[in-house]
């Protein structure tokens, strides 16, 4: 996966058409081996009236962010996935170029790798780089991702945005050195499940944990990750994953959290909040990232920022 965050290059003119072209040409490049998705950043609608999603805007920075602005936000976000690395990186560069070309500047761009990525139970699961399998708080059908993922009709949205989806990008460097230190045991701890995804009170992955029987935290410590972010797992959280790792070299190795909802303050901001003071906050640190509208299928959606 690769993906690049483009500021416009120029003031003035037709935002619109210059999008379009964009898209269209980076849809080629990607062909069919890989696929190439858009998110819209909200500066991309100044000057284009009150057709912004309206929940779209800056990401802030959360307790314990130390976010770069060279490496954060931007007017649109690319990326593209597929199973051949080298295909993805291709598209990426030739994304790139471009965008150089038609007058876009390059704002930051970032490649990821999901370790033993693979599908059990109709949930995409991969490692990340503190040996811990993630994607099991993910739903299995199409249907609930729909539900949890797509803007629908009476939210208040305009109505070129139904069907579309508010995606998260967090860049979160690990510090993978102090977390190998510490014993295996420990580390299911801070996560509040075992390496493998079961749960520390035995309770297999594919089944939900009694938190209620463990109030004091005994089992699965109140402060852990995963008690945090969804206490009630039988209504989990409003969104849907598909992180992916990165290493950039000089131990500078993490994920690129990834995450796409209907509504930003029913998902990711209401996980972000319930995570202040977890224990894992010494080994992560969210350097970059922001805040993107993905479009739904179609054309209408080039009006809304002209």
């Known amino acids: 996966m690769g993906i690049v965050a483009l500021d416009r290059g120029w003031s003035g003119g037709e935002v619109g058409r210059a999008v379009r072209a964009l898209v269209e040409k980076a849809r ?12 819209l950043g909200v500066s991309l609608f100044e000057g284009a009236g009150s057709r912004e999603p309206r929940q779209l ?11 770069d602005p060279a490496q954060s936000h931007g007017d649109l976000l690319v990326r593209a996935a597929g199973e051949d690395a080298a295909v993805v990186r291709k598209a990426v560069a030739e994304v790139k170029a471009v965008a150089v070309k ?8 970032i490649d990821g790798f999901r370790a033993d990525n693979r599908l059990e139970g109709g949930r995409g699961l991969a490692r990340n780089p503190f040996h811990f ?4 708080g993910n739903p299995e059908s199409e249907r609930e991702v729909a539900d949890r993922v797509l803007v629908r009709e009476g939210q208040g949205e305009p109505e070129w945005a139904v069907g579309g989806s508010y995606q998260v ?3 979160i460097r ?6 190998d230190k510490d014993s295996v045991d420990e580390q ?4 509040g499940r075992r390496r493998d995804g079961g749960w520390l009170d035995g309770a297999p992955a594919g089944e939900e944990p009694n938190f209620a029987a463990d109030p004091k935290g005994r089992r699965t410590p109140l402060d852990s990750h995963v008690r945090l972010a969804a206490p009630d797992r039988r209504n989990p959280p409003q969104l849907v994953r598909r992180s992916y790792s990165y290493d950039r070299g000089d131990g500078d190795t993490g994920i690129i959290f990834n995450c796409f909802q209907r509504d930003l303050a029913k998902g990711f901001e209401a996980v972000q909040k319930r995570l202040e003071g977890e ?10 990232g922001g805040y993107f509208f993905v479009p739904p299928p179609g054309d209408a959606w080039f009006d809304a920022v002209s």
């Open 28 to 39: 080629s490049a990607g062909g069919v081996d890989a696929a190439v998705g858009f998110g």
């Open 133 to 136: 399998t993630e994607g099991f």
């Open 57 to 67: 805007k800056t990401m802030p920075t959360f307790a314990g962010d130390l976010l």
């Open 188 to 191: 299911e701890r801070i996560m």
């Open 279 to 288: 224990a894992l906050a010494k080994y992560v640190l969210t350097t970059g």
């Open 174 to 179: 690990f510090a993978t050195e102090l977390w």
């Open 102 to 109: 038609a007058g876009w500047i390059v704002r930051w761009a």
């Open 169 to 171: 990008v967090r860049v």
